[in-house]
């Protein structure tokens, strides 16, 4: 047994590779695109069936009808109610998972190995032919209405809601998937209905397998899953993301007034970059060292030092338009003021006269590099990655290659990347809080005169 | 299908469990503290967990925050404290393990010498904002705390919440600290797992290294008590919410305890899925609600379990109230159908072998060989906890909600917009939270 050395931390290893299973491409006759990694060791298999729109594809005053639409599909088909679409799910020990992001809709079910041919072909059976009848609109409408009823008391998804309103004014990622109350109230059945005949389309869709399963049976399950689905009238349409946002103001401070909240939430940030922006590498790890992770300057500073939230963090939200760079916290409301300066001096130091360190950058790309086998243990977390390389048209060699890119950023490209996509003089900040207390907080601390805000709900 | 294991007992009393899984290049480690909200005293709550936070504030051969060293060599780690126990985990690249070990060892040894007052009020100050983000500013955060204070008597180890009231954290003491620790934290009160990409004998002999030096300290008595509610009791709550909800809540069996299985089977049947009972009559077809759930709360003394539903616009906690009774009375009737069964057998089957798929963390293999560790002392319970499910029969199902749903002794809370008492269930009184 080596004695144990107590006068300094044990020394750790190089970073160990990572290599991403080998991802099989086909497709079936009917242009549904199939693509498949194996997993081996448990009997588990995960689909991701991948669409490339989403919330972003509302037309205006359509605000919520993806996101509507894809509620609707589990909702049965054929002569099966949703009770009954649920309850074959039930027997085959899953669920399905229905997610709309602001550029894609991915339905995703996880089952056991020898449930996942009928799995497959129920959820194939909901995209492809779902009831879509005027009871279940009504009532999915009428749960949707109720949710943003109940929004209005949750003071993350106002602050979320009134940023992203501020920041991206008439721009498709302005909106929540969830939509607002007008534009729900006036969407009918009928535009769900084209909505799906539009966007549900074969060409459009990628089926993703990962876990206990080979291409070749992938191809079999999905050909006989998908063997009605034919294109009728799918178009094209242009890639709404790619609007380009409105250019940022001055800085400017809005306040959402909540009565009586117990803290403050904050929401500082701006329109940042695309996902195949060149300087994706550089910004992660400038992120990691102003607020990706527990000791980034940001949590040191107002969690740490001065104990006045249980976290803040920053992120990029790189989509296949511009996403938003947002720094986010909630913080006692006595000391709102305090966190928000303390919030803008960080963003404004890292972009000035306190560029990341040799040190912090290390410690940053070690975090991002030495663990990142960790990202695809599971058939999940597999399909969900490939599921990226699709939306975004990465490499293949993408995941293989990611830890040789983070080490080679140095402190000059950090600096640089900082420099050119945080301007702290063109940041919005919104804070929803109880107004009374926090107003005067931030005129008298010098943050600026906050314009009062209601944002649509 | 289990999780494989050796087991070996340090002479200082520390549990040590390993597992050996090599698909990943990564090792995961555990530790879980027999200790819990529970072990407070009235008067003195929240104190477990914001010790827990002071673990990660340095020890004496490494007094810094512990999150920089561990995520510069690629870790994820974290925390938690419930009623009943606290876990720490890291999951290190392989080549890692030794820091890993090295750090929870120094934490588990020699914590005392590096805490300062300073370091216990900063904590304080985080686990109150924490308090604030999760349950004052959240909707309906504070029902969770007026349920279990009407379940559990004001001295019962349930009674409060983990995160603690606001006067005792405000009240805890620095010297309180030095007491906790000697009481709960040291080997005998401890389980250690360390699982993936390792050679079992060389793990081991690391772990010897690091832990066998830590004193042996008297393990804590288990604790044994008894709570029940006699009668009905009707609570109300307004909180800075838009739709009332009424929550149900009714004393079931301990975690692992006779009918504990049959319960969890039975809060599935009742509101999981829009195939579930609760959802097809209340949201699907009355629309009295937009939302349903059940659980079955196992911990470790006692259970309790649980129906939920948050009224739909323009409908009422006591509408609600009768229509969640006639489906429970339905079932307490007529039982369940053996679809119902075999639905809830499937998926707690496939639940059971995705929790093989992460080594560690919340809920992964490591963090489960520690439950059954602490909690039942045999951390290769995976297959007969499966084999408690696998075995229950439709009669059992029936039997067990008969039992244990009963409309004369539960506690039904209504939480109401602030001004809106009257949406309560008629007859309730203010319940008590701080």
Redo the contacts between chains.
């Keep these: ?4 050395d ?2 300094r ?2 020394a ?5 590779p990572v290599r991403f299973p080998d991802v099989h491409k086909d497709r079936l006759d009917n242009h549904v695109a199939l693509w498949s990694a194996p997993h081996r ?4 298999v995960t689909f991701m069936l991948l669409f490339p729109f989403g919330s972003a594809a509302d037309f205006e005053g359509y605000e919520g009808l993806a996101a509507l639409t894809a509620d609707m599909l ?1 909702e049965g088909t054929g002569d099966r109610s ?6 074959e ?7 399905l998972d229905t997610d709309v992001g602001a550029d894609a809709t991915v339905l995703a079910l ?3 190995s020898r449930y996942a041919p009928r799995a497959l072909s129920l959820m194939a059976e909901l995209v492809v032919r779902p009831r879509l009848a005027e009871a279940d609109f009504e ?1 999915l409408r ?2 949707r209405l ?2 943003l ?2 929004i ?4 993350s998804a106002i602050a979320d809601r009134a940023f992203m309103q501020l920041v991206y004014g008439a721009h498709p990622y302005a909106h929540m998937a969830l939509g607002t109350e007008e534009a729900l109230r006036q969407i009918t059945l009928e535009d769900v209905r084209a909505f799906h005949r539009r966007n549900y389309a074969p060409a459009s869709a990628t089926l993703v397998a990962a876990g206990e399963i080979d291409g070749a049976s992938l191809r079999a399950f999905a050909q006989e899953a998908f063997r009605d689905w034919h294109a009728d009238d799918h178009q094209t349409l242009p890639d709404p993301a790619l609007v380009p946002p409105p250019a940022a103001p001055a800085h400017r401070l809005a306040l959402v007034n ?1 009565a ?4 403050s ?1 904050i929401r500082i940030g701006g329109v940042g970059l695309t996902r195949n922006t060149p300087d994706y590498h550089p910004l992660i790890v400038l992120n990691m060292v102003l607020g990706g ?3 980034s300057r940001i949590n040191m500073k107002l ?3 001065k ?4 976290g803040a963090r920053s992120g990029f939200d790189f989509r296949r338009g511009r996403g938003p760079f947002i720094l986010q916290t ?3 409301t006595d000391r709102t003021a305090d966190a928000v300066n303390e919030a803008l001096a960080e963003l404004q130091a890292i972009a000035s006269d306190r560029p990341p360190t040799g040190e912090e950058l ?2 940053a790309k ?2 991002l ?6 990202n ?5 977390q597999i399909a969900r990655a490939i599921t990226q390389l699709v939306l975004y048209g990465l490499s293949d060699d993408y995941f293989d290659t990611f830890a040789a890119k983070v080490s080679k950023v140095d402190i000059e490209q950090a600096t640089r990347v900082a420099r050119a996509h945080l301007d702290v003089t063109k940041l919005t900040t919104a804070v929803v809080a109880d107004a009374t207390l926090v107003g005067p907080q931030l005129t008298a601390s010098g943050v600026g005169e906050a314009v009062p805000l209601l944002p649509r709900l | 299908m289990n999780i494989p294991f050796t087991e070996h007992t340090l002479e200082n009393g520390l549990r040590v469990i390993l597992h050996e899984d090599h698909r990943l290049p990564a090792v995961a480690v555990n530790v879980w503290y027999h200790v819990g909200s529970k072990n407070e005293q009235p008067g003195r709550t929240g104190f477990a967990h914001l010790f827990e936070h002071l673990m990660f504030e340095g020890s004496e051969h490494y007094d810094r925050g512990y999150f920089h060293p561990l995520q510069e060599a690629g870790a994820a780690l974290n925390g938690s404290t419930n009623s009943d126990r606290t876990n720490y985990w890291e999951v290190v690249p392989t080549n890692s393990l030794e820091l890993a070990l090295w750090m929870e060892s120094d934490r588990m040894g020699y914590l005392l010498p590096a805490l300062t007052v300073q370091k216990f009020e900063n904590q304080r100050d985080v686990v109150l904002n924490e308090r604030r983000q999760n349950y004052e500013n959240r909707p309906y955060g504070l029902a969770g705390a007026a349920i279990t204070a009407a379940l559990f008597p004001p001295a019962h180890p349930y009674h409060w919440l983990t995160i603690g009231e606001i006067a005792d954290l405000n009240a805890a003491s620095f010297e309180d600290v030095r007491a906790f620790f000697q009481t709960y934290y040291h080997p005998a009160n401890a389980s250690l797992v360390v699982a993936g990409d390792i050679d079992p004998s060389h793990a081991l002999d690391r772990v010897a290294a690091y832990f066998g030096e830590i004193p042996a300290g008297p393990k804590p008595l288990p604790l044994t008590v008894d709570a029940a509610v006699a009668d009905e009791v009707r609570l109300v709550l307004e909180d800075r919410v838009e739709l009332p909800r009424l929550y149900l809540s009714w004393h079931s069996p301990a975690m692992f305890a006779p009918g504990d299985a049959e319960m969890d089977l039975v809060a599935d049947l009742v509101a999981n899925g829009k195939a579930s009972r609760l959802y097809r009559a209340l949201v699907y077809e009355r629309r009295l609600a937009t939302e349903v759930a059940a659980f079955q709360n196992s911990r470790e003394l006692a259970g309790f379990w649980q129906v939920m539903a948050t009224a739909a616009p323009g409908h009422s906690l006591a509408e609600l109230d009768d229509a969640i009774t006639d489906e429970l009375a339905r079932l307490l009737d007529e039982g369940p159908e053996q679809d119902e069964l075999d639905r809830g057998r499937a998926q707690v089957e496939t639940q059971f072998v995705f929790r093989l798929q992460t080594l560690g963390g919340f809920g992964g293999k490591s963090d489960q060989l520690n439950a059954y560790s602490v909690f039942v002392n045999d951390p290769g319970f995976f297959e007969r906890d499966l084999a408690r499910y696998e075995r229950v029969s439709a009669q059992d199902l029936h039997s067990a909600a008969q039992r244990f749903v009963r409309r004369d002794r539960r506690v039904a809370l209504s939480v109401v917009p602030k001004g809106s008492r009257s949406l309560a269930l008629p007859g309730s009184v203010a319940a008590d939270v701080s």
């Design positions: 047994m080596t004695p144990v107590r006068t931390l044990p750790v290893g190089p970073s160990l060791g448990l009997p588990v589990d949703a009770v009954e679409v649920n309850a799910f039930g027997r085959l020990g899953t669920h996880t089952c056991l009532r009428s749960l109720s949710r009823i109940q209005r008391d949750v003071p909540k009586g909240a117990a803290q939430e992770q527990f000791v969690r740490q030092e104990g006045l939230t249980y909630s913080v006692q290390e410690t070690a975090a590099t030495k663990g990142y086998a960790r695809f243990e599971t058939s999940d």
